[in-house]
């Protein structure tokens, strides 16, 4: 079976947008499989039969720039639902005989819509006040109808804020119902696509499993893949995925940077290796790193010099394999959309990220990264229908350069086994209570101060250890994790009278902007 083509779908044309991808995540948290297309590409050999009904996403376009939106107008006739969004609402109006404008006053951000008639897109849409908060992006607006349209709702600047031809089911909206900020935008989503569209619930993670099996073994075939297995949520994921799908073609390269937290290198071992018997290379480099950071404070440049070994270190041993074909990595939607910005201008550097991302460019070898259209809890849940440890799938990130960035100043082996010691009594506490779960992201940090403390009857001289618990959606903003005295107590106290080395305990309380999650 080939189960891409013997789904029914939502079409998704792609004019550009920023969020056309989350359009798709949308639909497929709904449960719907989708498929997005570029607006140029759309062809004949589409199996009309499959398509239950067609969004057109925002774009940066102008409707008039006729060579830029060239698209194949006879989606029109082929008689299923369209929705427009933003830009797509503004391409339904012109194309279907109404007018779009440079608006006089263009809509950034927050705007408040107000309902002026029913429709079945609104359905539990709107508050009781019929007003509802929605999240706008454009220039341009639809100052006149199409013939056969109607209004449903408007905000104060622009009159069709909502549009429908009920006859055609075509619906055109202005704003994003997509994005977060679009208070209750679900909704319409799931109106379009279950009472309009009449789709059935067909997706899901065992299904998505299945797809890109389907398209790992196709893009791979005989080839070798090699893979940076870095006991993270993301090459896990990846590492099992292809390894599902080619076996032993898959090697993956594990290097032990002396940076990881606490007894992770055995658990990769012993997951991958030993549990499902997978093709990997140990690399012990706890030395090397240890010696290139010797008297490096810096945060830069330890950023730039963890990097910049761990590619040697890859390179030295994914070329002594013959015939590899393909690097596979975990990269993800958001990786690829943050490394863009949103405008097209140059955004600016606030920290050097080291990942597998800039990997070996002179082996030239080709990419594979079946998680590249996928938001980070839906490789979660890839990753427990892939049967992998709810320990591995549900653990907090963790960064490329490791615990080097949760040591500000130098780094020797005593700091780093200290901090190994102290992150491993916070996060097993987390658990023991509860509240792993809770939490984004939390760890342990040593700070280069040495304070004064007394146990016993003695004066002590140690290090400053210092807390960090965030809760975010996605890394990109941040707050401070409230826990109760007792809690904060309870590890403070463990980690001062089990850790030498260690005798006082901060927990940093600074949200996401102004600081970042790691202190480097
Ligand atoms: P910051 O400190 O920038 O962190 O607020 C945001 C998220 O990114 C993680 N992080 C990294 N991840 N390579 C990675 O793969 C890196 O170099 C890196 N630096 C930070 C950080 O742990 C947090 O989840």
Known sequence: MNLKSDLSKILIIDFGSQFTQLIARRVRELGVYSEIINHKKINLKLDKEQINGIILSGGPLNVYQSKKVKFNKEIFKWNKPILGICFGHQVISKELGGKVKQAKNREFGLAKLKRLNKSELTNNFFNKSGINNVWMSHADEVTKLAKGFKVVAKTNTSKFSIIENRTKNFYGIQFHPEVSHTEKGKIIIKNFIFSICKMKRNWTSKNQKQLLNQELKKKIGKSKVICALSGGVDSSVVTKLIHNAIGKQLICIFVNTGLLRKNEELQVVKTFKKKFKINLIYVDAKKLFLNKLKNIKDPEKKRKIIGNLFIKIFEK????????????????????????????????????????????????????????????????????????????????????????????????????????????????????????????????????????????????????????????????????????????????????????????????????????????
Not at 326 to 351: N, R
Not at 474 to 495: H, W
Request: proline share 5%; net charge positive; glycine share 6%.
């Open 317 to 520: 041993y994914a070329n002594k394999i013959k015939n590899v074909k393909f690097l596979a990595q975990g990269t993800l939607y958001p990786d690829l959309i943050e490394s863009k910005s949103v405008t097209g201008s140059q955004t600016s550097k606030i920290k050097s990220h080291h990942n597998v991302g800039g990997l070996p460019k002179k082996m030239k070898l080709k990419l594979v990264e079946p998680l590249r259209l996928l938001f980070k809890d839906e490789v979660r849940k890839l990753g427990l229908e892939l049967k992998l440890s709810k320990d591995i799938v549900l653990r907090h990130p963790f960064p490329g350069p490791g615990l080097a960035i949760r040591i500000p100043g130098e780094i020797t082996e005593n700091k780093i086994n200290i901090l190994k010691d102290a992150d491993s009594i916070f996060i097993n506490s987390l658990r023991e209570h509860k509240l792993y779960d809770k939490i984004w992201q939390a760890y342990a940090a040593l700070l280069p101060v040495k304070t004064v403390g007394v146990m016993g009857d003695n004066r002590t001289y140690e290090y400053m250890c210092l807390l960090r618990a965030i809760t975010s959606e996605d890394g990109m903003t941040a707050d401070f994790f409230s826990f109760s005295k007792d809690f904060m107590q309870l590890v403070s106290n463990k980690i001062v009278n089990n850790i030498k080395g260690i005798n006082r305990v901060v927990y940093d309380v600074t949200s996401k902007p102004p600081s970042t999650i790691e202190l480097e």
